[in-house]
Nanobody, 125 residues
Framework: QLQLVESGGGLVQPGGSLRLSCAAS????????IGWFRQAPGKEREGVSC????????YYVDSVKGRFTISRDNAKNTVYLQMNSLKPEDTAVYYC??????????????????WGQGTQVTVSS
């Protein structure tokens, strides 16, 4: 069964950090671009970051540039999203998803075929 599973979410104070993980089972992440998305209550799901499969392309939405870092560990079949200097507006459910290409800068949802179940990130004092 092809599956992506996110973990690492939680409650953190403004200025804090979290590292999200996206682990794959049933397929090898090496051959796929992996995107991180988030959806806040009442808002549309938006692309946050994406890492390509092999050519080193990395993308960040402007609102997280300089604060978030995406990386992949192919040996562990996992992609990470390191989130630093978190702000209350980063509060959302975060999802990872796979695609052939990142499709930056739009990161169209329909281009991403497998999705995880999401992990909640809450930034609050």
């Amino acid at each position: 069964q092809l599956q992506l599973v996110e973990s690492g979410g939680g409650l953190v104070q403004p200025g804090g950090s979290l590292r999200l993980s996206c682990a794959a089972s049933g397929f090898t992440l090496d051959y796929y671009a992996i995107g991180w998305f988030r959806q806040a209550p009442g808002k549309e799901r938006e692309g946050v970051s994406c890492i390509s499969s092999s050519d080193g392309i990395i993308y960040y939405v402007d609102s997280v540039k300089g604060r978030f870092t995406i990386s992949r560990d192919n040996a562990k079949n996992t992609v990470y999203l390191q989130m630093n200097s978190l702000k209350p507006e980063d509060t959302a459910v975060y999802y990872c998803a796979s695609a052939a290409l990142c499709g930056i800068p739009t990161m169209e949802l329909l281009d991403f075929n497998y999705w995880g179940q999401g992990t909640q990130v809450t930034v609050s004092s």
